[in-house]
């Protein structure tokens, strides 16, 4: 299942390809993430699916495509392990606000660092879209689930 799921977000990132890099970023496969509430198997295959999607980036470079697979491996176990920390409903929020700026944070150094953007406003505006993705994916996929 973790590889169909990677699969699908490699996809649905790609989908929407103009819009899934850069500073005012919106992947649609974001969506996805909050699955790793559930099913924790997953949080690798979200690593591999933004490295692959990665590859696609104006961007890519070494940072890139060493730091944001990092970078969500962190964000989903930690994703994880706050929603099983603090329970309920409250809990899969709060994990999928916290998984959201984690990568947030990782975007925003990426294009202070690759592309010269200062830091928080790339942050912001990617924190926008993905704050945005993942409380809705985990109302839509984890709450339902």
Not at 48 to 64: D, K, M, Q, R
Request: proline share 6%; aromatic share 8%.
């Amino acid at each position: 299942m973790a590889g169909v799921v990677g699969a699908l977000y490699v996809v649905l990132s790609l989908a929407v390809a103009p819009f899934a890099f850069g500073p005012l970023q919106f992947r649609l496969g974001e969506v996805l993430k909050p699955l790793v509430i559930k099913y924790p198997a997953t949080i690798p295959a979200f690593a591999v699916g933004v490295g692959i999607v990665t590859l696609f980036s104006p961007l890519a470079g070494v940072l890139e495509l060493v730091l944001m697979p990092a970078v969500n491996l962190a964000g989903g176990a930690l994703c994880w392990l706050v929603a099983r920390r603090i329970g309920g409903t409250v809990g899969t929020y709060a994990a999928s606000l916290l998984f959201a700026l984690i990568i947030a944070a990782g975007v925003g150094a990426v294009l202070h660092f690759a592309a010269g953007l200062p830091y928080l406003v790339s942050f912001a505006s990617v924190a926008v879209s993905e704050v945005v993705l993942l409380l809705a994916g985990n109302a839509l996929l984890v709450r339902r689930i």
